[in-house]
């Protein structure tokens, strides 16, 4: 038998994007799967949503949580309960090109030895229009500096057994905390192909939560630095990250409190200190963030 696949959708506030995201998983050419669609007790319509997408077709579950609990915990619920042999997530406003899964299956035929494998990913607007591919770093420097697995993933059933569920401490960076602790025990693989489609809106969490994002980053990335100095430029560059994000939508308050704490973490970085004067002087533009 071919093995089964579980795809998790966490759904919080995502009916508009929900139905094309379960039809992209129905969609594929390997067959074998199941969708776990978690309704992280959203206000809208996403568990009818579900609902009716898991009554004409048995292999879409839904699962209801009692209360809000945030991405990890929604992620945790579903791939607790879920029973294929490999496991990938898709979120609520993106979607699968029809060959994605037999594509990170086949992956994992090729590299036998692999916990995990990721791929590339194409950016679209809300017209749907494919601005950019994003290309994942390989491995070994695809955790070693931020996030550069990405989202389109797939892992192991052993892999979960193994390293545990989401933590949920880190909250917008619990992916890249979860793909560092498999990358202490597992050997991960890079294809370059890229059958996942990311929706770039303003409403995304990526926009709505990025200065909390970068410090969470950070703190997974300081968890594994070798030396207290890369651990104190780790977080100046998420607080530098932060100022930036704040100060391009004009939260100028938020923006000077993250600039003065880069500027405690570097007090020779020049950036820093230019950032913080266009946040005293309340200035949207901004050079280039680092790197």
């Known amino acids: 038998m071919p093995p089964l696949v579980s795809i998790v959708i966490p759904c919080y506030r995502g009916a508009e994007f929900l139905p094309k995201a379960i039809e992209s998983c129905l969609a594929q050419s390997h067959p ?54 490999y496991f990938t997530r898709l979120a609520q406003d993106d979607w699968f090109r029809e060959d994605a899964v037999e594509i990170m299956l086949r992956t994992f035929a090729a590299h036998p030895q692999a916990g995990l494998v990721y791929c590339n990913m194409h950016a679209t607007t809300d ?8 290309v994942q770093r390989a491995p070994p420097d695809a955790v070693r500096h931020g996030n550069g697995v990405g989202l389109c993933v797939m892992w192991r059933r052993g892999v979960w057994v193994a390293v545990g569920c989401f933590d949920g401490s880190y909250d917008t960076a619990e992916d890249y905390d979860y793909w560092c602790r498999v990358a202490e025990k597992f050997p991960l693989a890079h294809c370059r192909e890229a059958p996942l489609i990311v929706r770039y809106h303003t409403d995304m969490g990526s926009f709505q939560r990025r200065a909390r994002q970068e410090l969470a980053t950070a703190r997974v990335r ?4 070798r030396t207290p100095a890369e651990a104190r430029a780790c977080f100046a560059e998420a607080h530098y990250l932060a100022g930036h994000a704040c100060r391009t939508v004009g939260a100028f308050g938020p923006a000077l409190a993250h600039f003065l704490k880069a500027i405690g973490h570097t007090p020779l970085a020049g950036k820093c200190w230019r950032g913080l004067l266009g946040a005293l002087l309340r200035r949207g533009a901004m050079e280039r963030p680092y790197g």
């Open 222 to 225: 300081a968890r594994y630095a």
């Open 32 to 85: 074998e799967l199941e969708v776990l669609v978690v309704d992280d007790a959203s206000p809208d319509d996403c568990a009818a949503i579900a609902e009716r997408y898991a009554a004409k077709d048995a292999r879409v579950r839904l699962i209801r949580r009692a209360a809000n609990g945030g991405v990890a915990a929604a992620f945790n619920t579903g791939f607790n309960a879920a029973k294929g042999d």
């Open 127 to 134: 017209t749907g229009e494919i601005v950019c591919c994003f």
